[in-house]
């Protein structure tokens, strides 16, 4: 665990480093400018997986299970930006999902926006869908791609069990009346599943973003990853 753990401190840092880059190139009005729609898609799932990342490491050097909760988001996201990247009308449907979430939330919880607020919210929903179905769900993203449905059964399934009421069992008080404070020594093999489900998420994010970014979203992994595959001979 220790090992795995030095690895995401690793990632973690040349991330920053790499947004620190990232950022400078932004700084010219003219490369803003030029950004289109699916390149601030692959910023915005880079960041948002960035900062899930650090949130489940964090769970997982204290052995919390709750560290599958950030893998299910970590997994959900990497299915989208996958989606977003193959086309710029795609990476306009997902943007579109994702306000439409946001969208139905709203009318659902009275308060939290203006009418006026939400309806330029759903006119941008239909300027970006321009009539086509947005996507339904995650799996339905997957299946899509071939590569995603393995990544669907095998981590984000997996992630979703303790990340529902599924493991209720497991806070109960045990034998002795003893109550889990944080971390529940049986089932801690969760944490190290999910960071080391989360460093195969994020090499597969260093190399989605090498192949096609105009940005410096870029991370040198290759020694990292040279460090993580012999201790794990399994594979996606």
Not at 5 to 31: F, Y
Not at 209 to 228: H, K, M, P, Y
């Amino acid at each position: 665990m220790n090992a795995l753990l030095d690895i995401a401190a690793e990632i973690i840092s040349r991330a920053h480093h790499t947004a620190a880059v990232a950022e400078a190139w932004l700084q010219s009005e003219e490369n803003l400018q030029s950004l289109t729609l699916l390149d601030r898609a692959r910023v915005g799932f880079a960041f948002k997986m960035l900062a899930t990342f650090e949130a489940l490491v964090d769970d997982a050097a204290r052995s919390r299970g709750e560290a599958m909760h950030h893998l299910k988001t970590l997994c959900e996201a990497f299915i989208y930006l996958y989606e977003a990247a193959a086309s710029e009308d795609r990476a306009k449907l997902v943007l579109a999902q994702a306000l439409k979430e946001r969208v139905r939330f709203w009318r659902d919880n009275p308060g939290w926006m203006s009418l006026d607020e939400i309806e330029e919210h759903e006119a941008e929903i239909a300027e970006l869908s321009q009539g086509q179905k947005l996507p339904r769900n995650v799996k339905h993203v997957g299946a899509r791609h071939a590569n995603l449905p393995e990544w669907y059964n095998r981590v984000y399934r997996l992630a979703c069990e303790p990340a529902h009421i599924s493991d209720l069992d497991d806070f109960f008080p045990d034998e002795q009346g003893r109550l889990p404070h944080g971390v529940i020594p049986h089932v801690a093999w969760r944490a190290q599943a999910a960071v080391r489900w989360a460093l195969r998420l994020m090499f597969q994010l260093g190399r989605c973003l090498s192949e096609d970014n105009r940005i410096g979203l870029v991370i040198d992994q290759t020694d990292l990853e040279a460090r993580f595959e012999p201790a794990l001979k399994e594979k996606l």
